[in-house]
């Protein structure tokens, strides 16, 4: 179960520091000519505002994602709490894994709460 806990905190962990990557799109001033074929993508026209909802997008599965884990590992720590038969290190494992999962979650709300602030300050 330590391999399994290890895994969770990782996977938190590579998903918190998603926050910290921030995408710079170039803003050109070059003149571009109206009959310039793909003139948006070439010119960087809406590429700022197309980079961030992509972001925002693909945080918010893995937030999902990472949600759905840990209510996943609060049932598991539940049916280990339930057939732990009084052995109080099983259930010390079970409180355990309720905890940490609990714990999980709180930072996966907090990531997405202030992604979706930084998201919403920049666009």
Known sequence: MNKIKIAFIGLMMAACSFISMPAFASSSTVDCPADLPNRDIICGKGTEDDMMSKVGS???????????????????GGVKYMTSQGDPGKIQSA?????????????????????????????
């Open 95 to 123: 409180k355990n894994t309720i905890m940490y999962a609990i714990i999980g979650l709180v930072v996966t709300l907090a990531a997405f709460a202030i992604t979706n602030l930084i998201l919403s300050a920049l666009s």
């Open 58 to 76: 693909v945080l918010t599965v893995i937030y999902g994602l990472i949600g759905i884990l840990a209510v996943v590992m609060i049932v598991v």
